[in-house]
């Protein structure tokens, strides 16, 4: 016995062809695609060459609807609080227009945060950018928010797991941090969506975004964007869509009204192949289970920590392994070259900054997190 929870998902395994044939060890940087999604890939093919633009309205809507609906549930949340953009930037970018920096022109970021969280207020002339620092380069601990957090701050904005450590914040400090200097707090949720249990208003978001293509399954091309309720209407973008619209086929253009609820964040027309791959992958974590889910990929972790140090490897995540996820950095002289080389042997892992970046998803097996250690002691 492996002590893997839930080891009947393994029956999942032949969903994904690339399992067969690779040992797939990088789904936070891109999620295996499964049969269902493929098959959904066809229908659309289908419908598009059968249907031609009628497909849009009779059953391509649909399905984008179904997909907004889809990430509420999983969410907790109401499909009024969710729009669809063709990226995480994308969405990030529509938030960051629709704020007044004349009274605020401060945002507070974290050091670890990726790049492009950051770059959506280094773009701006009129907004100066504090970064949050890390003691140790892994995590950075709920209090250090409240340093740099005051009335000057327009917005908190950070992940919930950081891409390069797989650390999961607690957010509760950046929280209330935001909250008291009434600032909006945003959470970049891109390596947390469908590796850990995400609810937007448990963690006193104002603005979540995630997107399909690493943890949950769906494939690159569009992004999930959460904005509060109570939120919506003071969040009035400076750029601007004909699907944030509120009487998109009116093709009115000599004014613009937003839509009341978040489709106002749209960013154009959504890219059609993907709400449907994703839909694929979604539909797997409900029969599934998004729990046995979870459980699987922190048991997995634990288990290939565990391998890396009995091999005497050094890694870098998270010390308390309540703050860890399925994201392993195990340090190597020479991380692309090992990369390339167990590409080689069909192990798919990527890598990072002197570091060997591996995670494992519920489909992976504790076998191939011991091959993976054997062969990355060869490389
Ligand atoms: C935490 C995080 N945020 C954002 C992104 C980039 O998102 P996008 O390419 O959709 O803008 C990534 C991609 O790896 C990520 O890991």
Known sequence: MSGIPHPELERWRTEFPILQTRTYLNSCSLGAVSRRSMGYLGEYQALWNTM???????????????????????????????????????????IASS????????????????????????????????????????????????????????????????????????????????????????????????QIAVDPRAVDADVYVAGP???????????????????????????????????????????????DDAGRFSMGTPAVPTAYTALGGLEIFAEAGERKIYE????????????????????????????RSGIILVRHHDAPGAVHRLAQQNVIVDYRAGYVRVSPHFYNTPDENRLFIDALQRC
């Open 296 to 323: 699987r990929i922190a048991a997995l972790t634990e288990d290939l920590v565990q391998l890396a140090r009995e091999a005497g490897m050094e890694m870098k995540i998270a010390a308390d392994p309540a703050r």
């Open 99 to 194: 704020i007044d920096y004349r009274k605020r022109n401060r945002v507070v970021v974290a050091e670890l945060d990726f790049p492009t969280l950051v770059y959506q207020w280094l773009a701006r002339p009129d907004v100066e950018v504090v970064r949050v620092p890390s003691h140790d380069g892994i995590g950075v601990p709920p209090e250090r928010w409240a340093e740099y957090v005051d009335e000057r701050t327009a917005v908190v904005a950070t992940s919930h797991v950081f891409y390069g450590t797989g650390y999961v914040q607690d957010l509760s400090g950046a929280a209330a941090a935001a909250r008291r200097a009434g600032a909006l707090f945003l959470v970049d949720g891109y390596q947390a969506a469908g």
């Open 52 to 94: 031609g633009a009628s497909a849009w309205y009779e059953l391509w809507m649909g399905r984008l609807g179904q997909l907004k609906q889809s990430v509420a549930t999983m969410w907790n949340a109401r499909e009024t609080e969710i729009a669809l953009s063709p990226s995480v930037s994308g969405a990030l970018s529509s």
């Open 213 to 259: 293509l690493k943890w949950l399954l769906g494939g690159p091309g569009i992004a999930f964007l959460w904005v509060r309720q109570e939120r919506i209407a003071e969040l009035r973008p400076t750029i601007a869509s004909w699907f944030g619209a509120r009487d998109q086929f009116l093709f009115r253009n000599d004014e613009l009204e937003f839509r």
